[in-house]
């Protein structure tokens, strides 16, 4: 069974530019996590998706973030315009249950790595 | 505030060495998992520990809980260089939302010395 993947794997962008992050999480999971770690710090969380819903995007640190799950299967998260701060490693995740179920368990992809010059 | 807080920060052992990392976290949980991330991969879940439990064993792992103290320790042991990597320990928080969202530690960099 193929895990969660992200695509870029890398992208370097120049203040002011705009970049889109996709996720395609495990099939068959209704919750994606979106996360990132900024300049070495915690992982934070951003936002939580339940199929194509929003369940909670109080992680998200401004109006220059915009995340999208059509049709409940992969999700996009676009930064415009985006700036120096938001350089970091963009992790998505996804479960079957919510993350707080009997497992706990959620499957991370591989990231993003971002850096705005 | 975070709900996770790791030390050491970064810690270098020789190959064969035990490692113990510590994690404190701040409100009540349900569980508490650990996680590693290699460099320039993603994250990797590597056990979950209930609040109900005290300690619990994963091959070379062996992870720790005392809910009074808030605190969890992960335990490595015969250390290989292919442990080197960035070690978590996250809690579920739940959210106004009805949601349930990781809450991560800042990590510890392990690094396995040959």
């Known amino acids: 069974e193929a895990g969660v993947t992200q695509f870029p794997s890398h992208s370097v962008i120049e203040k002011g530019q705009t970049v889109t992050l996709r996720c395609d999480p495990i099939s068959g999971h209704d919750n994606l996590y979106w996360y990132r770690r900024v300049m070495g710090k915690e992982i934070k969380f951003l936002l939580h998706f339940v199929k194509e819903s929003k369940q909670d995007e109080s992680g998200m640190p401004n109006n220059r973030f915009l995340a999208e799950r059509t049709g409940g299967t992969y999700s996009t998260l676009k930064v415009q315009p985006a700036e120096l701060e938001d350089s970091g490693v963009y992790f998505c995740?996804?479960?079957?249950?919510?993350?707080?179920?009997?497992?706990?368990?959620?499957?991370f992809g591989p990231g993003t790595r971002l850096t705005v010059l | 505030s975070q709900q996770g807080e790791e030390d050491p920060q970064a810690l270098s052992i020789q190959e064969g060495e035990n490692a113990t990392m510590n994690c404190s976290y701040k409100t009540s949980i349900n569980n508490l998992q650990w996680y590693r991330q290699n460099s320039g991969r993603g994250l990797v879940h590597l056990i979950l520990i209930r609040s109900n439990e005290r300690e619990k064993h994963s091959g070379r792992l062996r992870v720790t809980l005392d809910t009074s103290k808030k605190s969890s320790s992960l335990l490595i042991t015969a250390s290989r260089a292919a442990d080197t990597a960035s070690y978590f320990c996250a809690t579920v928080v739940n959210t106004i939302q009805g949601a349930q969202k990781l809450v991560f530690g800042q990590g510890t960099r392990l690094t396995i010395n040959p």
């Open positions: 995740a996804s479960s079957q249950v919510g993350g707080g179920g009997a497992s706990g368990e959620q499957f």
